[in-house]
């Protein structure tokens, strides 16, 4: 689960992490008032998205007086920012964090993750923070024992690395308190970048991303409350209401599976033989045929899809109730496109009576190979 750069940075001021003063607005009425109460020199204003790059996209903005970061907030608000970690459709601007700006003498890039091939925590820096750091070369990493934490002599190694000799005190506290907060907050990876010296010689960080395991989130109720639904797409926000996992990509096959194994065996197979999907609806193991009538209801918005592939092996979640929320959902909609169906498993043929007795027209195909191939034929008719 991701948080929002002003969520992350409430975070590190917990536990003393120094970051710039600043305050949180949601919408453009409430910049007025908001820069009334705060009295900085000069601003930066900067979209709160999930997604990093913001600064190259145009979603950091520096105001040197109070109307200058006026003119910015109104210009990023409602902005459709695009970076490379938001993907083709990007994100809309919807919260802007209004911070005083710090004068900057170096940008130090840090983060702790797992490191999965180590099966531990680790932390890597580099001296070229900011937001060229795709392009940097120069990273120094530990392992961290996670038991233990960083070693002294790893803290001291890293400081050197940086530059930082004649900071070594403050940068190992630093450095203590981001791996106390990744722990305690069953984090998988928080990103400091930049972290600034400013021109007193501290430390802050300007820039916060943290993201947490969904598998801790039933034991960190406070961090589950920091969701943000807004930053989902309207119909992935519906499915996730309903517990269902629908994921928009940008092909032309719709899919509608249960269970995630069969969803990336069904994506697999449609991929190597040059299809492309438009999205994936996982129904779960155990849905009943409400919760698969929904789904069918959500999936048929998605208007890109030129073609439907249901592909259901019945098990823990039988055929007939399956077909029972599928008819359902298809009743009285004209469907417009065509629906390809692969149905196998518990109660198969009470399952098949009741789709053929609903009079709905759906194509049926035995084998996943077949009813990939018949999807294609659809989409790519001279393939
Ligand atoms: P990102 O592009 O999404 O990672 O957004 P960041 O919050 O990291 O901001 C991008 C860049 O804007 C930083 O690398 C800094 O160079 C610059 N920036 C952000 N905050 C400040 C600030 O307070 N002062 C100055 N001078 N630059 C800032
Ligand atoms: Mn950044």
């Known amino acids: 689960m991701f948080i929002h750069e002003y969520q992350a940075k409430s975070i590190l001021l917990r536990e003393d992490v120094p970051v710039p003063d600043g305050k949180l607005i949601e919408t453009v009425n409430e910049a007025d008032s908001v820069l009334n109460l705060l009295h900085f020199k000069n601003y930066v204003i900067k979209a709160q998205i999930h997604g990093g790059g913001r600064g190259k996209a145009g979603g950091i903005k520096i105001a040197n007086s109070r109307e200058e970061a006026l003119e910015s907030i109104i210009s990023i608000s409602g902005k459709r920012l695009i970076t490379p970690q938001t993907g083709p459709s990007g994100r809309i601007v919807k919260k802007m964090l209004i911070e005083e ?155 509608l599976v249960n269970g995630a194994g069969l969803a990336m065996a069904t994506i697999d197979l449609i991929e190597s033989y040059g299809g492309r999907v438009t999205n994936f609806l996982d129904v779960g193991g155990g849905a009943s045929s409400e919760k698969i009538e929904k789904a069918i209801k959500i999936l048929m918005k998605d208007r890109r899809m030129k073609v439907l592939l249901i592909n259901i092996f019945g098990g823990i979640l039988r055929c007939d109730r399956f077909a029972e929320g599928l008819v359902n959902g298809l009743r009285d909609k004209r469907i417009g496109i065509p629906v390809i169906i692969r149905f196998k498993g518990t109660m198969i043929e009470e399952g098949k009576r009741l789709i053929r007795d609903s009079g709905l027209n759906l194509i049926w195909e035995d084998s996943m190979e077949d009813s990939v191939r018949m999807a294609l034929s659809y989409v790519y008719p001279d393939k």
């Open 101 to 255: 700006k710090v004068n900057i003498i170096k940008e130090i890039y840090i983060a702790i993750a797992i490191d999965r091939k180590r099966f531990s925590p680790m932390v890597m820096v580099s001296p070229e923070g900011g937001i060229d750091i795709e392009k940097g070369k120069l990273f120094f990493e530990e392992e961290i024992t996670s038991a233990v934490g960083l070693y002294p002599f790893q803290e001291r190694r890293l400081a050197y690395s940086l530059g930082l000799e004649e900071k070594m005190n403050e940068f190992s506290g630093l450095l203590e308190k981001l791996y106390r907060i990744f722990i305690k907050y069953d984090s998988t990876l928080l990103e400091v970048n930049p972290l600034a010296i400013d021109k007193s010689g501290k430390f802050i960080a300007l820039d916060a991303k943290i993201s947490f395991d969904d598998n801790a989130l039933f034991r960190q109720k406070e961090i589950s409350g920091l969701y943000d639904p807004e930053e989902l797409d309207p119909l992935e926000a519906e499915a996730y209401k309903e517990s269902l996992n629908y994921v928009k990509m940008d092909g032309d096959i719709g899919c």
